[in-house]
Nanobody
Framework: QVQLRESGGGLVQAGGSLRLSCTAF????????MGWFRQAPGKEREFVAA????????YYADSVKGRFTISRDNTKNTVYLQMNSLKPEDTAVYYC?????????????WGQGTQVTVSS
């Protein structure tokens, strides 16, 4: 079973940047897509971005378009989320997802999450 490990979260001021990483362990998954989701306190988990391993097609939530960029390194089994122009409303626990069931928002494997806090 695939295991996902996120890193790169932290505290940043509004307008700043962070890059999240997610590495998959346990099996190759080059035939799948990867995604990022987030969950703010008191809110439901929401989709952020997704990328296909083959072809690199991407898809973004409207709330992050133009500010966040998802990318992948197939040789490292790693996907990244570059977050620029961060806003306080981006504060959330960010989760990496794998094992796509329906493009672009349905996945069935999840990482443990990494906290991103944006101060105003």
């Amino acid at each position: 079973q695939v295991q996902l490990r996120e890193s790169g979260g932290g505290l940043v001021q509004a307008g700043g940047s962070l890059r999240l990483s997610c590495t998959a362990f346990g099996r190759t998954f080059s035939s799948y897509a990867m995604g990022w989701f987030r969950q703010a306190p008191g809110k439901e988990r929401e989709f952020v971005a997704a990328i296909r391993w083959i072809g690199g097609n991407t898809y973004y939530a409207d709330s992050v378009k133009g500010r966040f960029t998802i990318s992948r390194d197939n040789t490292k089994n790693t996907v990244y989320l570059q977050m620029n122009s961060l806003k306080p409303e981006d504060t959330a626990v960010y989760y990496c997802a794998s094992d796509l069931t329906k493009w672009p928002t349905d996945f069935r494997s999840w990482g443990q999450g990494t906290q991103v806090t944006v101060s105003s």
